[in-house]
Structure formats: structure tokens, C-alpha cells
Nanobody
């Protein structure tokens, strides 16, 4: 199982970024997908999730209305992040629940929101 996150970078407050997560090693279409993030000195937290069909999405209250999770048929999940705030600064990870051990994560992608 592999999760390869990309698309992070430095952006000013109010800006946008689109993260991608390429997956392999499991049947992508059969699993829900989640995005998580970990800020310096903080625990990793759930950000957004999408069902296996793409028909249901769910978000942490802190990003609701600003972030949008989506998925395609090519084993990739996305996170569109708009109206970014400094408190969104973190390393972002994706994962499919039930496909890998609890402590298994990809390399993540760094998002820094700063003026």
C-alpha cells in the first residue's frame, strides 16, 4: 500500500492550494479516503473524508465551507483548499481506513500559510 501526497507549498492567507494523493496497492474504488494534517507540536487530526463512491463527504468543523475533497477513477484523491488561514499550516496526509497499519503514513505534503 502506498500514499503519495503532493501539491503543498507556501501561500498567503486567503489563497488556495490543491493537494493530490496518488494511491496504490489496494482496490481504490472499494475504500473511503481521508485527509489528515499535523501541525508542529500538535497531534495529527482528521480534515476531510469521502466515501468509496464519492457520494458522501465529511469535514472537520475547522475547514467546512473552505475545503473540498474529491476523488477520481485513477486512484487519486484531492483536497481543494480555499480561503487558507495561518492555522491551516501543517503537513497533510491521506489514507484509506483499513488498508494499512495505524502508524503507516505517506511522506505528506507541507502546507504553509503565511504573509
Amino acid at each position: 500500500v502506498q500514499f503519495v501526497e503532493s501539491g503543498g507549498g507556501l501561500v498567503q492567507p486567503g489563497g488556495s492550494l490543491r493537494l493530490s494523493c496518488a494511491t496504490s496497492g489496494f482496490t481504490f474504488s472499494g475504500y473511503s479516503m481521508n485527509w489528515y494534517r499535523q501541525a508542529p507540536g500538535k497531534e495529527r487530526e482528521f480534515v476531510a473524508g469521502i466515501s468509496w463512491s464519492g457520494g458522501t463527504t465529511y469535514y472537520a468543523d475547522s475547514v467546512k465551507g473552505r475545503f473540498t475533497i474529491s476523488r477520481d477513477n485513477a486512484n487519486t484523491v484531492y483536497l481543494q483548499m480555499n480561503s487558507l488561514k495561518p492555522e491551516d499550516t501543517a503537513v497533510y496526509y491521506c489514507k484509506a481506513p483499513g488498508t494499512a497499519p495505524y502508524n503507516y503514513w505517506g511522506q505528506g505534503t507541507q502546507v504553509t500559510v503565511s504573509s
